[in-house]
């Protein structure tokens, strides 16, 4: 079992959409090897499986796209009465399953959002992948961290079929991963004109053939349950290093605009363009998520 | 006209679909001014429309997708008789789109690709940013210029309607640009691991809370026209400063494995790592593109 727990991606002869009358049935296949634990897997090793099933009542499930609670915290009746921590091993596995890209089987119990739950036992629902986290007071007065959870889309989960050791010499045109494709809007655009593509934070404008290159960082983001406004006092030019950094609370921004890394030490002072206004508020939300 | 030339995003009151029925007519609405020309911009401003109207043959059409031929190098036929050059005007201003984000208006007309074209005249097919691009050398033998084009989803492309000058401080639940979102193929996670999310150039591994985090890059691309392969021998552990600047033609690896700048100047031996093989012919490939 402590292998099984090791294997990411689709398991073989259990496609998505395979129902379980119960979690024994479920574990013994392969999918989700805990009997009690709604996450499986480890910061080390990151997640390769979770429940949802209803347990949390922060939780919030659209279909493809999941907010998900971590583990802890909780008392025998499911309600939140301490802390919830990344040390948490559930927790930070999910760190580690973002931030290495690792798909996430995806199971869901009857007790979960009827729209989009069995109505019996529990039902494999195929391989999402954790695009985000970010910690806030819940539901009943404690700190939660919460992840969410995007399905992979067909040709993605597809590349995670067992057993595919050595690659796919012909992807085809099914084959579709891609990266590094960032899509601008109007007002992203413009902040990256007020700073000619130089991060706000190194000042480093990636130099390419035919120019520069930079992206716009929304520092509260745009989606739920963060709801930041499209608005150029909400936006961040920065190198694609930076931006990762702050989209996954490697920086912050203090309340005296320097910018500090995960340890809080100081890297230098946010660079700021005229005609530039950021607005505290979003950056102090940005410092909340990392409980910072 | 000069200003109208400078116009991104749709245009008030021509949404699209619709249908014009010369381009005398598309002009005078502001969405592609030249009469002439099928390239509407320059490198300083960047490109704002473009005719697909089959007057390249290395073009191709998929709908959603459009694989666009630069200008330049044809006689008075539409026969390719000169290499095209990135230094056309029509061809750098596909480069600032591409690099800076910007959206471009694409009109078809009735020559083009009959499964996507009008059958007369000319349509507004909306906005489509550019992704990519690369050189190789045609059907008639010459060097061409080609610019991968994919349409904006419907929430970005909403984004550039005009007036909007000043953000959309609700975007609501339609907004949904996202960035720094990287999948990963188990190949790619592979070689990652292989690195230990150092960087194969700069050996930085970014650290987050909860470890590093770096992005697989392929160095033939997956998609059409380049074919490359899911193998780990065409993928390299990238921070992504630095998979943005191989993306983009801003380095390239050399004949012996050492990193150069667009300048051509040795930025340094690219990393290895012990049981990750990298297959020169995609590096060879990948230099191709960019005319190295």
Redesign the interface.
Known sequence: MATSQKV??HIAGYPKGSAFSNRPAASKAGLHTPYMQGISGN?ADGVNSIVVSGGYKDDEDYGSHIIYTGHGGQDANGKQVADQS?SDPGN?GL??S?????PVRVLRGSKGEPEYSPQSGFRYDGLF?V?EHWSSIGIDGHRIWQFRLEE?NKT?AE??QPP?P??????G?Q???????????????SV??LHNDACQVCG?A????????S???HIRA???PHNG????DNVLCL???H???L????IYVDESLHVR??NHQVIGPLRLAKGHTIDLAHLEYHRSL?NV
Do not use: Y
Not at 180 to 188: G, H, Q
Not at 229 to 232: A, Q, V, W
């Open positions: 990411f991606g910061g990344l930070a760190v580690t973002q931030l290495r890209g690792l992948q695009t992979l993605d590349s995670w595919l050595t690659g796919n010499a012909n992807p045109v084959q579709s991963t891609v990266t590094r494709v960032t899509r601008d809007t109007k007002v992203s655009r990256k004109d480093i990636l130099k390419v053939p035919g120019g520069t290159t992206e716009g960082a745009l989606k739920k406004p499209d608005t150029p190198c694609p290093n931006h990762t950094l989209d996954n609370g490697g890394d995960m990392w």
